[in-house]
C-alpha cells in the first residue's frame, strides 16, 4: 500500500486508491468496534438465557420485549429513573444560572483578584471527586442531608460550576465590544445588557452546555454511591451496579437494564449529537 | 465526572485564562467596581461550601486518625509516612500507571493510525457519521460499560470467550484471572477512550492547511515525512489535550473498576480511587484514606501541569 508512491518523477499525484480504502476501512472497522457492545447490549436484552448460550451474536429467535417489563419490575427502576430525573433537572438549572453569573464576571469585567478567582474555579474541573468524598460525607452527615437529594443536588451544581464558569466565560469574552458599548449608548445597565443582549446571543452556548451538565449528571455514580444509601433516593447508575450483583446470572435481565439506564442519554444523544461533539471538544481544547 | 473524560480536560488550554490586556472589551468599566463581586457571590458561596471547603479539609483530615466516629486524633505527616511502607497502596499506583498504557497510549496510538490515513485524502466521506458513532462510548454511563463488558468477557458464553473459541481457544475467566483482569479492564478504557482522541484530531486536522500538504507532495515528502512535519506539530494542540484528559483519566478510575471487579482478584486491578473508597467508607480508615485522596490530587495537578509545561517548552 505504501507503494503508492506520491511523487513519480516529481509529479504532485492524487492519493492512491489504495489509501483511500484503507482509511475508510479503518474508520468503519473502529466504529463497528464503538458500536459492537452497544448492538450486542440491545439483541441480548431481547433473548432468553437459554437461547444465549446457542446464539450469542443473531437476533433473537423470539424478540422478547417481557424482558425490560420484567427488568423494569424486579429492579424497581420506576424509583431511581424518577431520581435520576429529581437530582438531574436542579442541577442542570442551578449550575446553568451560576455559570451565567460568574461567567459574566470573568468574562466581561476586571476586578481585584479576578486571575486568582478563576483560577481557584478551574480547580474544581481537575480535582476528581475522590479527592472531596470524605469531608462531604460527614459534612452532609452534619446537615442532616444525608439520603437526601440536597445531598447529590448541591455538590453537582457546585462542580458543574466550575466547568460552566470556564465555559461561560469564554463566550463571553468573546462577544464583540462594540454589541456591549452600543447598549451601554442606549442607557441599558449591565444587569440588563446581561438580560436583552448577551444571553438571547448565548443560546447556542447555553443549549451545548446543558447537554455536557446532563450527561455528567445522568451519569454519576461515587457521590450517588457515598451520599445516599436510602432505595428512595438511589440514581440509575448506581442502582444498577446494586442490579448487577443480584442478577448476575440472568444475562438478558442485566442487559435490559443496561438498556434503560442509557437509553435517555442515548436518545438525546441521538438528537443533540453535534452539541455533544462540539462541546467536548470544545470544551477541552478552547481556552 | 462519570465519564472520566472530559470535564477535566478543560484547564487544558486554559493556560491563557487569566487573559489580561482585554481592558477594551470590557464594558461598564469604572461604574461598576462592586458588581463583578455580587455576580460572583452566589457561584463562589455554593462553589466553596461544595467543592473547596471539602478539598481543604481532605487535607486537614489526612492529618489525622480518625475512623469517622470517635474524636480525631492528630498524628502530623503519620498517614503519609504509614503509606510509603503500604504495599496495597503502591500496588494501587502501579496499576493506574499500567492503566497509562490502556488510557493514553493505545488510544493516542490508534487515533495516529488513523490520522497519518487521513492526511492521504481531502474529504472522508460520512465523515459525520464516524464521528457520532466513534463518541458512543464517550456518552453512554462508565457503569453501563462496566456491566457490559463484564458480561462479555464471561467464560460462561461471554462473546469474547465465543469469539476466541473460533481460533480454538479454551474459555477463561479474563476477569477472575489474576494475570488478564488487569489488561481486560484496560482494554475497556481504550474502548472507551479512543474515539475521543480520534474525533479530536479530526477535529484537528480539519484545520491544518491543506496548501501544506500539496506543497510537501510537490517537494517530494513521503507519507511518513508529511505526518512529522505537517500533521504532527498541526495537531500539537490536540495531541496535548488528549494526553491530559486521558491520563487524568486513568489515575482518577473508579466506576470500571468498581463494577467490573472490585478492585479482585486479590487486588489485581486495586486503583488509587477504589482504595480511597474501600478505605475511607468500608474500613472507616478515614485519615488514612484522606491521604491517598490528597496524594492522588496532588498527583492528578502535577500531571497536568506537567503536560502544559511540557507543551509550552517545546513552542
Not at chain 2, 105 to 118: D, K, M, S, Y
Not at chain 2, 123 to 142: C, K
Not at chain 2, 179 to 191: I, K, R
Not at chain 2, 301 to 306: K, V
Request: with cysteine; net charge positive.
Amino acid at each position: 500500500m505504501r507503494g503508492c508512491s506520491d511523487t513519480v518523477s516529481g509529479v504532485p499525484m492524487r492519493p492512491g486508491r489504495g489509501f483511500a480504502v484503507s482509511q475508510q476501512t479503518v474508520l468503519t472497522a473502529f466504529m463497528v468496534l464503538a458500536l459492537f457492545p452497544i448492538v450486542l447490549m440491545w439483541l441480548t436484552a431481547l433473548k432468553t438465557s437459554a437461547e444465549l448460550a446457542t446464539n450469542p451474536f443473531g437476533l433473537p429467535e423470539q424478540w422478547r420485549f417481557d424482558n425490560f417489563a420484567e427488568t423494569w419490575r424486579q429492579g424497581n427502576f420506576a424509583v431511581y429513573l424518577r431520581s435520576s430525573v429529581i437530582v438531574v433537572v436542579p442541577v442542570v438549572a442551578g449550575a446553568l444560572a451560576l455559570s451565567v453569573l460568574a461567567g459574566y464576571a470573568f468574562g466581561r469585567f476586571r476586578f481585584r483578584g479576578r486571575g486568582v478567582l478563576f483560577a481557584v474555579f478551574l480547580l474544581g474541573i481537575m480535582v476528581p471527586t475522590e479527592g472531596l468524598i470524605i469531608p462531604l460525607y460527614y459534612f452532609m452527615d452534619d446537615l442532616s442531608l444525608l439520603n437526601t437529594y440536597w445531598a447529590l443536588i448541591l455538590p453537582q451544581i457546585a462542580l458543574s460550576t466550575s466547568f460552566g464558569a470556564f465555559w461561560m466565560r469564554a463566550f463571553f469574552a468573546d462577544v464583540p465590544g462594540e454589541l456591549v458599548d452600543a447598549a451601554a449608548v442606549d442607557g441599558a445597565g449591565p444587569l440588563t445588557t446581561l438580560w436583552r443582549v448577551l444571553l438571547p446571543l448565548a443560546r447556542p452556548a447555553l443549549g451545548t452546555l446543558s447537554v455536557l451538565l446532563f450527561m455528567w449528571t445522568w451519569n454519576e455514580f461515587l457521590l450517588a454511591l457515598v451520599l445516599v444509601q436510602d432505595e428512595s433516593v438511589r440514581t440509575l447508575p448506581v442502582a444498577l451496579s446494586f442490579f448487577q450483583n443480584q442478577y448476575t446470572a440472568q444475562v438478558p435481565l442485566l442487559a435490559a437494564a443496561s438498556t434503560i439506564v442509557s437509553f435517555p442519554i442515548l436518545v438525546i444523544y441521538a438528537l443533540l449529537h453535534r452539541r455533544f461533539i462540539e462541546g467536548m471538544v470544545a470544551g477541552s481544547v478552547k481556552g | 465526572m462519570a465519564v472520566g473524560g472530559v470535564r477535566e480536560g478543560a484547564p487544558a488550554s486554559s493556560r491563557e485564562a487569566p487573559r489580561r490586556g482585554q481592558g477594551g472589551r470590557v464594558g461598564h468599566a469604572g461604574s461598576s467596581g462592586w458588581l463583578p463581586y455580587a455576580l460572583l457571590a452566589l457561584p463562589a458561596l455554593v462553589y466553596g461550601t461544595f467543592v473547596v471547603f471539602p478539598l481543604a479539609s481532605t487535607v486537614r483530615v489526612s492529618f489525622y486518625d480518625w475512623n469517622g466516629l470517635t474524636p480525631p486524633v492528630f498524628v502530623g505527616l503519620g498517614n503519609y509516612v504509614a503509606l510509603m511502607g503500604d504495599t496495597l497502596f503502591w500496588g494501587a499506583l502501579v496499576h493506574n500507571g499500567v492503566f497509562l498504557l490502556f488510557y493514553t497510549v493505545l488510544p493516542v496510538g490508534v487515533a495516529f493510525l488513523l490520522v497519518v490515513l487521513l492526511t492521504q485524502e481531502r474529504a472522508v466521506r460520512g465523515l459525520a457519521l464516524y464521528r457520532v458513532g466513534l463518541f458512543v462510548p464517550q456518552v453512554i454511563p462508565m457503569v453501563v460499560v462496566g456491566v457490559v463488558w463484564r458480561w462479555m468477557y464471561s467464560p460462561i458464553n461471554g462473546v469474547v470467550n465465543v469469539a476466541l473459541g473460533w481460533f480454538g481457544a479454551d474459555p477463561r475467566p479474563f476477569l477472575g484471572d489474576v494475570t488478564t483482569a488487569l489488561p481486560a479492564v484496560g482494554l475497556v478504557a481504550t474502548w472507551v477512550q479512543y474515539g475521543f482522541a480520534m474525533v479530536l484530531f479530526l477535529a484537528g486536522i480539519q484545520r491544518i492547511d491543506r496548501a501544506l500538504f500539496d506543497a510537501a507532495a510537490v517537494d517530494g515528502a513521503g507519507p511518513w515525512a508529511r505526518f512529522r512535519h505537517i500533521t504532527l506539530p498541526g495537531l500539537r494542540g490536540e495531541i496535548v489535550v488528549a494526553l491530559t484528559v486521558s491520563m487524568i483519566a486513568a489515575f482518577r478510575v473508579f466506576d470500571l473498576v468498581f463494577v467490573m471487579t472490585r478492585g479482585g482478584p486479590a487486588n489485581a486491578t486495586n486503583v488509587v480511587a477504589f482504595e480511597i473508597w474501600r478505605r475511607a467508607f468500608q474500613q472507616r480508615e478515614v485519615g488514612a484514606a484522606a491521604a491517598v485522596a490528597t496524594v492522588l490530587v496532588v498527583l492528578i495537578l502535577a500531571l497536568s501541569r506537567l503536560v502544559l509545561r511540557l507543551q509550552e517548552s517545546e513552542q
